[in-house]
């Protein structure tokens, strides 16, 4: 089975700093999805981006990019220049797809961001 | 704002009682996703469906069930409900199968 794990419960950042988010994942399909997704305390999930498997090239979207290292099974978020706006849940998860094209999302724990002023 | 609507938005109800969750996806979307999210489970994949066919089914109760109408938008039924039921439950769509998935605002239950 797919498991994601983001080994961050939390994280506090000075607004204007980049801030990296851990997460890595265990599957043993070669095509696979990672996606974040972020959590404001109104709790809404919001979709930042997306990196296939066979993507040569990171995902990049505004101030968002992700590291993905595929041989260490690494997908880490990078958020440019914090702002205050950022601080949220953050939730990496991989598409799980199964037979007749069926997937679901396989989401981490969670890493709770705080950006201060 | 992500194109799905949830509603409603927050409901409370007693044990044993019955209700029921209404998503409708973004407009052309063809496959809805139902997840609940509580404290101690984090974000569990309930179930899919795909253009009125249930696809998929993850960790999804008996007394649970969904289905998704013609004209594409979808409802959970939650019956017998127990106070463990008390959760965020989010619905989610994507264009097709193998495209990203855009939440809703989810439905926060809480049985009393």
């Known amino acids: 089975a797919q498991k994601i794990t983001q080994t961050q419960p939390g994280m506090f950042v000075q607004e204007k700093e980049a801030v990296t988010l851990d997460c890595t994942y265990d599957t043993s399909d070669q095509s696979y999805g990672l996606f974040w997704y972020k959590q404001p305390s109104s709790g809404e999930m919001i979709f930042l981006i997306y990196q296939g498997s066979y993507d040569e090239q990171n995902a990049t979207e505004g101030r968002y990019s992700l590291n993905f290292q595929k041989a260490r099974k690494s997908a880490n978020l990078v958020i440019s220049a914090s702002q205050l706006g950022d601080s949220a849940m953050y939730f990496c998860?991989?598409?799980?797809?199964?037979?007749?094209?069926?997937?679901?999302?396989?989401f981490g724990q969670g890493t709770r961001l705080t950006i201060n002023p | 704002d992500s194109g799905v609507t949830q509603t409603p938005k927050h409901l409370i109800t007693a044990t044993g009682q019955r209700v029921t969750l209404r998503c409708s996806p973004r407009s052309g979307d063809l496959s809805v996703y139902w997840y609940q999210q509580s404290l101690d489970q984090g974000l569990q994949f309930l179930i899919q469906y795909y253009n009125g066919e249930e696809r998929a089914k993850g960790n999804i109760l008996e007394r649970f069930s969904a289905q998704q109408f013609p004209d594409l938008h979808s409802e959970l039924n939650l019956s017998s409900l127990e106070l463990g039921d008390s959760a965020l439950y989010f619905c989610?769509?994507?264009?097709?199968?193998?495209?990203?998935?855009?939440f809703g605002q989810g439905t926060r239950l809480t049985v009393v």
């Open positions: 989610a769509s994507s264009l097709r199968l193998n495209t990203e998935a855009f």
């Open positions: 998860a991989m598409r799980e797809v199964r037979i007749q094209g069926a997937q679901k999302l396989v």
